[in-house]
């Protein structure tokens, strides 16, 4: 039993917990994919970048 | 749509050549707090950087031009510039496949400018069109300068263009500088004018108002 408590113990010790289990937020990816946040965005960009756009639907489930 | 998609970076690279959109009229996959450099920002689960609001947003503005009738989600569509479809791709896409529709796309609307080189020129000219405005004709000049030669212009008439009206709203700010430097001199405030004038110099580069702040120059110093 001892043993058992001071394993977890030690183990809590030596590894940290993720962000989200310790109730902070987790630090964003360096990299992503930057989406348009609305079709008028997208619309203005590309016209002026001379680039298409890819649109993605999704749904959850 | 497996989640490992949209988080690969090659992918991520891909997309740096398309303007990307995602809809989905859903919010079940909830949203979560993030640490973006030094501030809090809320991202939708299901897909980075994205608030939740705003995807459902975009579904409610383009699924009753895109999608008629029912649809079976995922589905990939590229649209040209001006937002009218060129092709589309049904179902689950991998890495690759992705990779690939949008290289078709690229390849019938041509290179246009990459995300990163659009933000950084665009940047510049934002900022030089700013310190116009603040009358700081050195940052101006220098912003709009680093937009003109920045190498992704090369093949792209209409930005070269965006970058030279910019040199051209430097040019006729720095000679209204030059005609306040005339008038301080014609009112006996050889000084100030001179120091106007000299700071023009140092701050224009190549610009024409140079060459007409230097004649300016020699006329009061009686050269």
């Given at each position: 039993m001892l043993r058992t408590i001071l394993a977890s113990a030690l183990l809590a010790w030596i590894v940290p917990l993720p962000a989200f289990a310790q109730g902070k937020p987790a630090t964003a990816p360096q990299e992503y994919v930057h989406w348009a946040s609305s079709w008028k965005e997208a619309l203005s960009q590309a016209r002026e970048r001379n680039v298409p756009i890819l649109v993605t639907f999704h749904e959850d489930g | 749509m497996d989640r490992s998609v949209y988080p690969s970076k090659d992918l991520i690279k891909a997309t740096h050549a398309v303007v990307a959109v995602y809809a989905n009229k859903?919010?079940?996959h909830g949203s979560s707090e993030v640490v973006r450099g030094e501030e809090k920002v809320t991202t939708c689960k299901a897909q980075f950087g994205l608030a939740c609001e705003a995807h459902v947003k975009v579904m409610q503005e383009i699924e009753g031009y895109f999608l008629k009738g029912q649809i079976r989600t995922p589905i990939h569509l590229l649209c040209k510039p001006d937002g009218s479809e060129l092709s589309r791709k049904d179902g689950k896409l991998s890495v690759k496949d992705l990779i690939a529709f949008i290289g078709s796309g690229v390849k019938q609307v041509g290179?246009?400018?990459?995300r990163d080189d659009y933000f950084v020129v665009k940047g510049k000219l934002d900022q030089a069109n700013a310190a116009i405005g603040q009358g700081d004709l050195k940052t101006a000049f220098a912003a709009a300068d680093e937009a003109r030669k920045h190498?992704?212009?090369?093949?792209?008439k209409a930005w070269q263009e965006k970058a030279e009206q910019a040199l051209q709203y430097v040019n006729e700010a720095a000679m209204e500088r030059v005609n306040q430097a005339q008038a301080a001199a014609e009112a006996g405030d050889a000084e100030g004018a001179r120091q106007l004038l000299q700071q023009l110099i140092a701050d224009c580069?190549?610009?024409s108002c140079v060459a007409t702040a230097k004649e300016a120059l020699a006329k009061i110093e009686g050269k």
């Open positions: - | 859903n919010t079940d290179k246009g400018l990459s190498p992704s212009l090369k093949d792209h580069g190549n610009l």
